[in-house]
């Protein structure tokens, strides 16, 4: 059930909603204050208690409208949230209708590459830089990351450029480490239903970059976002990063479809990552664009500034001169497509602050 407010109705009588939910034993949660308060209730209720509530709160002063819907998942939910939800990296505004770029190498190997490649998207225009310090590999006698070693070169470069850094937390007892170097924590693909994991990453005042699963569905990366939701961040974005199908002349299949589906779904920003999904450098700029002109809000690039020396992914790292016409024409497509992506276009909310 979702209790839309009035523009600008008071403080006192969101306090009324709240306090009637709470005598009937329900929590109502304010789902946004922009452009207008939307009290959210997740508990499932059967319909004649539901109706019983609604037409109790209905009747509250600085109510406009209370809606009940069946979803599964709620607060991701765009019924629940009408207004699309932009989330903020410091300077940088995830879901404004301009793309968000983060770009940088799979992997943090050393400094020397690490600032060579961040000074390449960086002057290229990238948002954010990307890089893993704690790397889940198929393998365990890969490279699997430099740990903190490299979570520090993050933050260091980070600061010499100006740019905030995205990495991935791969278990629960690291969440508290990489939140103190990162700007946005990343769940990678692997992860996606490590349930605890989402509770954890949840828990922190740090944007989540949540990978959809290679076998799950759209339905499944909702609900797995909604852990990281009911936790109190808000701050979720989404990505569809390729699919397994029967195709194995790419690495995996993307998903186009999943694009427009997810932002006619949800108000979270959905991102598109050709990179994992391709695994080959040649289709990452075309596969790219199509995420663009398909509605995403920002793309997940993989870039090296030499990638055939790259301890990991060098074959699907775009070399920087690459990266760099690439981003010319993402923003080329991106304005000829407009908000076209967004079948059901509303205005943006802002959640709430990042670092
Ligand atoms: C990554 O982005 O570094 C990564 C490992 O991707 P995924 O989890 O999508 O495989
Ligand atoms: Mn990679």
């Given amino acids: 059930m979702v209790v839309l407010m009035r523009p600008g109705s008071r403080k006192s009588s969101v306090a009324k909603v709240l306090s009637v939910l709470s005598a009937r034993g329900l929590q109502g949660r304010i789902l946004a ?31 406009e409208e209370v809606e009940s819907f069946d979803s599964s998942y709620k607060l991701s939910d765009r019924g629940f949230h009408p207004d699309r939800t932009a989330v903020k990296v410091g300077k940088v505004r995830v879901g404004d209708g301009s793309p968000t770029i983060i770009a940088g190498p799979c992997a943090v190997e050393n400094r020397d590459t690490l600032m060579r490649t961040a000074e390449a998207v960086k002057t290229a225009g990238a948002d954010m830089l990307r890089g893993g310090a704690f790397k889940p590999r ?16 993050l933050r260091e470069t980070s600061e010499a450029f100006d740019i905030p850094v995205v990495t991935e937390v791969l278990g629960t007892g690291d969440i508290r480490l990489v939140a103190d170097y990162a700007d946005v924590l990343q769940i990678g693909a692997r992860n996606m239903q490590n349930f605890s994991l989402l509770e954890g990453v949840g828990e922190q005042d740090r944007p989540v970059l949540l990978k959809r699963g290679m076998s799950a569905t759209v339905r499944e990366l909702l609900l797995a976002a909604e852990y990281v939701l009911e936790g109190g961040n808000t701050q979720v974005m989404l990505c569809e990063r390729g699919i397994r199908t029967f195709e194995q002349s790419t690495r995996y299949t993307l998903d186009i479809n999943s694009v427009p589906l997810l932002r006619r779904l949800t108000h979270l920003p959905v991102f598109v990552d050709p990179s994992h999904s391709t695994g ?7 596969v790219a664009l199509a995420g663009i002109a398909a509605g995403a809000d920002g793309l997940i690039v993989e870039v090296h500034c030499e990638p055939d020396k790259a301890l990991v992914d060098g074959n699907q790292s775009l070399r920087p001169g690459c990266f760099a016409d690439l981003m010319k024409k993402v923003h080329k497509v991106s304005s000829a497509v407009g908000e076209g992506g967004d079948l059901t276009s509303r205005s943006t909310a802002v959640q709430s602050a990042g670092r």
Wanted: hydrophobic share 35%.
């Fill in 280 to 286: 080959d450098r040649e289709l990452v700029a075309p």
């Fill in 138 to 153: 198929t393998s365990p006698y890969s490279f699997r990351g430099l740990g903190e070693k490299g979570l520090k070169l």
């Fill in 33 to 63: 204050v922009d452009p207008r308060v939307s009290v959210g209730v997740t508990e499932q209720l059967d319909s004649t208690v539901s109706a019983e509530v609604a037409n109790e709160i209905r009747a509250l002063g600085g109510v």
